[in-house]
């Protein structure tokens, strides 16, 4: 299963990914944090069979149903935080290349608290830590740097 995050600008992001049986699943999530789910036909990736609209309190209910510990948004004084699993990609311009360069908390203010790989985690990484394609970037800010954030990581 892979998943692919489209920008959609002024509207927010979609994740769209196929399920092991072929399924096409697609969640819209705008700025303002609701959520949409969106269920396709099989043989049209196109069609739109259903769409369910979630509040924020509903996705994480999901959320709570289908991984019974995900990470939740941090909330300080009216400031929301998010954290996010973002996907290194073949498309990367960062694939072999070392974390800083991205400049991510520079350009976008979001930060990199930690690398995942296959087999392995790599907590707080430096700098100087080499990136590879397939590698999860865990992205922490706030729901726009995240986003602009991703937008570096699959774009450059």
């Known amino acids: 299963m892979g998943t692919r995050r489209t920008s959609l600008p002024g509207v927010g992001a979609q994740y769209d990914f196929t399920t092991e049986t072929g399924q096409h699943i697609s969640v819209v999530v705008h700025h303002d944090g609701r959520r949409f789910i969106g269920f396709y036909e099989q043989d049209d990736p196109d069609a739109c069979r259903l769409s369910v609209p979630l509040s924020m309190s509903e996705a994480t209910a999901l959320a709570h149903l289908i991984d019974p510990a995900p990470i939740d948004a941090v909330r300080t004084k009216g400031i929301d935080l998010v954290t996010e699993h973002i996907p290194l990609g073949s498309r990367s ?11 991510a908390r520079t350009r976008t203010g979001a930060s990199i608290v930690a690398v995942l790989r296959t087999h392995s985690a790599h907590p707080s990484p430096e700098p100087d830590f080499r990136l590879a394609i397939g590698d ?12 602009a954030l991703a937008e570096i990581i699959a774009e450059g």
Request: hydrophobic residues 30%; glycine residues 22%.
């Open 93 to 103: 311009p960062y694939g072999g290349r070392l974390l800083g360069e991205t400049r």
């Open 136 to 147: 999860t970037l865990v992205a922490v800010g706030t729901r726009e740097g995240v986003d």
